[in-house]
């Protein structure tokens, strides 16, 4: 199983990013997928969440900046970011909780990961 993100890249304060993220190999099923972020001598932390039925989840930092949302038929799933600010800058990751084929239970699996930078 794979997970590829894209899109990253370097945007002026208040520019709009959108990143990707395709999941591909033997996959029966994916549950939640979901964008975390981690700033250069910070923990990695959530920035949003999408269940397989649409339901999202944001954390407070992104809230009304930021959308997620996927397309069950590509594996895929997006995070849309507007009004970006320079605390947005981190290398973004995306993350989907999948069943492979032939397996019985759900395991979390992580992207290489993508730097944002937003310039002041």
């Known amino acids: 199983v794979q997970l590829v993100e894209s899109g990253g890249g370097l945007v002026q304060a208040g520019g709009s990013l959108r990143l990707s993220c395709a999941a591909s190999?033997?996959?029966?099923?994916?549950?939640?997928m979901g964008w975390h972020r981690q700033a250069p001598g910070q923990q990695r932390e959530l920035v949003a969440t999408?269940?397989?039925?649409?339901?999202?989840n944001y954390a407070d930092s992104v809230k009304g900046r930021f959308t997620i949302s996927r397309d069950n038929a590509k594996n895929t799933v997006y995070l849309q970011m507007n009004s970006l600010k320079p605390e947005d800058t981190a290398v973004y990751y995306c993350?989907?909780?999948?069943?492979?084929?032939?397996?019985?239970?759900?395991?979390?699996?992580w992207g290489q990961g993508t730097q944002v930078t937003v310039s002041s």
């Open positions: 190999g033997s996959i029966f099923s994916i549950n939640a």
């Open positions: 993350n989907a909780h999948l069943l492979i084929h032939g397996n019985s239970w759900y395991h979390n699996y």
């Open positions: 999408i269940t397989s039925g649409g339901s999202t």
